[in-house]
């Protein structure tokens, strides 16, 4: 499963792709708020960092005007994927954008139909919401799990880009079905590493290292 970090935060993920942690970024508006710059400017510095698709959302809501922004988003550097809400706008921009060769990632994706619709678009991701599902007491991993069988139905080739995870069972619920990618806030990645017994058995260890009187160097 490839891990794409969920923020436009320029030092998290350097961080993790220092560790070869990342593969993809996604950022959204809230995002681009939360990190107080120019989107520009700040995907423009995301895409020069990683490698993999850097997702840059547009904000107009008529298919015209999200052409127009997704293209201008597209120009930035040529690992960028242009991010489309999973509306009938949205997927006549996606079908236009993808025929013009820019990789489209549909996002608040919310039911197994909507990303069957995304699919026949063109989209290179699709991007189910599972938190948010999970919010309203709905199951997000039943809506992995629906897309996983849909696509492989039909080899759509569509890559199915988990989001809105926030648990480090998100993740691990996410690999055993299947998920092509799964973005996370970078909190969410590093916790992936913690285990309370690992920090117990090193503690013991430690403490009896301190026993033996040595040094390693
Ligand atoms: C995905 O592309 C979105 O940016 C993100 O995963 C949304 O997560 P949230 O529901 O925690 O805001």
Redesign the pocket.
């Known amino acids: 499963m490839k891990f794409f970090v ?1 923020t436009a935060d320029i030092a998290a993920i350097a961080e993790l792709n220092d560790l070869g942690m990342v593969d993809g970024v ?3 508006p ?2 681009i708020l939360k990190s107080g710059r120019d989107i520009i400017e700040v995907t423009r510095e995301i895409a020069e960092l990683v490698d993999g698709p850097v ?1 840059a959302e547009v904000v107009a809501l008529d298919a015209p005007a999200m052409i127009a922004e997704g293209r201008k988003l597209a120009a930035i550097a040529p690992n960028i994927a242009v ?1 489309l809400p999973l509306t009938w706008d949205g997927l006549k921009a996606c079908k236009v954008l993808s025929g013009e060769g820019f990789m489209v ?1 549909v ?1 608040l994706c919310f039911s197994a139909n909507q990303a069957l619709l995304a699919a026949k678009a063109g989209a290179s991701f699709i ?1 189910p ?1 599972i ?2 599902l999970d919010d309203i007491n709905l199951d997000g991993m039943e809506l992995i799990e629906d897309i996983r069988i849909i696509y492989d139905n039909y080899g759509f080739e569509t890559e199915i ?1 988990a ?4 648990t480090v069972n998100h993740v691990l619920e996410c690999a055993r079905i299947g998920a092509d990618v799964m ?1 996370a ?1 970078p909190e969410v990645i590093k916790k992936l590493a913690s285990h309370p017994l690992t920090d117990a058995g090193l503690a013991t260890f430690l403490k009896d290292w301190e026993k033996t009187g040595q040094k390693i160097l």
């Open positions: 969920d996604t950022t959204n809230s995002l997702s991010k990632n996002t991007s919401f938190g948010r880009l989001a809105s995870i926030r973005t806030p």
